[in-house]
């Protein structure tokens, strides 16, 4: 009985100088990886970067999928692999911090506390579609064909 084992993912250059990332038992090959400024949040580590990176390639999946895959690849990646997605990250956050402005002397206070309403929440959406079921009822009952 053989083993499978998997390639982990990879770095290289192409050739217009981007570096690209491989992860072949995913057949991704070859995605440029993005500027540092495109990326709209600033609290990124190494490997949110990277899974942000396949989720964009991934579209058609679902995160939980994507994640999944995300972290397969993840744990079996060289170090310089975990060590040049970590400086990414930081290059990342350094990046967002010099666009967007910072407030130092704002503070948020919050004027109630939020409470979990999971049941409340639920409960609206039934009571919302009763309503609308009602309401289209309504409707349909007082729906007259016109001829013209």
Known sequence: MSTFTMLPPSL????????VLSV???CVYNYELPDTNSFNVNHY????VYR???HKEFRGLSIEKVSQIASTTWKIA????RLFFGNYANQINSAERNISPRFKLF???PKRKWKPCNQQIKY???EREE???HEYEKAVEEFEFVSF
Do not use: P
């Open 131 to 133: 309503y609308m079921r």
């Open 78 to 81: 060289d170090k310089e692999f």
């Open 24 to 26: 072949a038992q995913f």
């Open 12 to 19: 290289s250059i192409n050739r217009n100088g981007k570096i």
């Open 107 to 109: 503070e948020m206070n």
């Open 52 to 54: 942000s990176l396949l």
């Open 124 to 126: 609206l959406f039934v």
């Open 45 to 48: 580590n190494g490997f949110t």
